[in-house]
């Protein structure tokens, strides 16, 4: 079985297992603990304490690492069950079983983002000293999906693979406010924000910056900050041209954003799971982690 305790004495090993430092993972693993507990309620134990097998997962510990791992390395199931010493059933049922928790432990954390938001004031409250926001999409491969319906709604052209697409909301200090359901790869960035409507809740005050895949949106809001698009035969002045090049420098933030929540391989490897909608949770958590990575680490 994979040494735990060795990783977590090692900070540069602990991050590549997990993608948090000890600083972070000693932050979650109390909440961690108290989710899982909560869980068990309601499930009467069917044996005294002590009896059958010896868990390999024996302690909220070592079941926090093994879901970080899963989503740090997004190894297979028989990969996870070799490494853990662990049925490649048994990697599958843990998998599940702590995916929920940990994502429950960091909604405790208040480090998920919103899915949607409602109203201004929602958004003041939820995200008090916001200065600016910016606002993109960003994607994953999937497999190629045998149904060719499926095929069509899910090819990216941008991507030239089959994708699925989220619509995610970034504020200055790097951390993803908004992020929206997975979608088909197909959608277009606007037409995704028209059905979201991401924008209609940050305060007018609140600058929020896009690129030209949303060309449009600063006909509807006041607030909009969106690059010059030259036109056809046309050229752009060198006023236009320092002004893009400001609004690129200043949305590389939401690049790097987005870098830090691929750095887990669960959400930026080609997605391989079977359950329905479960790319969405992975997205979810990932977003999760990284912001409570940025508030604890």
């Known amino acids: 079985m994979l040494n735990i305790e060795r990783a977590l004495k090692q900070d540069r090993l602990l991050r590549a297992l997990t993608g948090l430092n000890r600083k972070a993972f000693d932050a979650l693993l109390p909440t961690f603990s108290a989710v899982y507990e909560q869980s068990l309620l309601g499930h009467p134990r069917q044996r005294a304490v002590g009896g059958g097998r010896k868990a390999r997962l ?4 070592d079941k926090l690492f093994y879901i970080l791992f899963y989503f740090k390395c997004y190894p297979t199931f028989d990969l996870a069950g070799f490494l853990f010493e662990i049925d490649r059933g048994q990697a599958h049922h843990w998998m599940h079983r702590l995916q929920p928790i940990l994502e429950a432990a960091l909604g405790e954390k208040m ?15 939820r995200f008090p000293g916001v200065e600016r926001v910016m606002i993109d999409g960003t994607e994953r491969p999937i497999q190629r999906p045998q149904d060719p319906e499926q095929q069509k709604l899910n090819y990216s052209g941008k991507k030239k693979r089959h994708t699925r697409k989220h619509l995610a909301a970034v504020d200055e200090r790097k951390r993803v406010v908004v992020l929206s359901k997975a979608r088909e790869g197909k959608l277009h960035d606007k037409k995704l924000h028209d059905q979201e409507d991401i924008a209609g809740g940050v305060p007018d005050e609140i600058p929020i910056e896009l690129d030209l895949g949303f060309l449009g949106v600063d006909k509807q809001y006041d607030n909009i900050r969106i690059p010059y698009k030259k036109q056809k035969g046309g050229e752009l002045s060198q006023e236009q041209k320092a002004e893009n090049r400001a609004l690129s420098q200043f949305r590389v933030v939401c690049e790097n954003a987005f870098a830090g929540v691929k750095r887990y391989g669960a ?3 080609v997605y391989r799971n079977r359950t329905e909608e479960f790319d969405d949770h992975l997205m979810l958590t990932a977003t999760g982690l990284w912001n409570f990575y940025l508030m604890a680490a």
């Open 58 to 61: 024996g302690n909220p510990q």
């Open 111 to 125: 480090a998920l983002p919103e899915r949607k938001l409602r109203s201004i004031e929602e958004f003041v409250e």
């Open 267 to 269: 959400v930026s490897d």
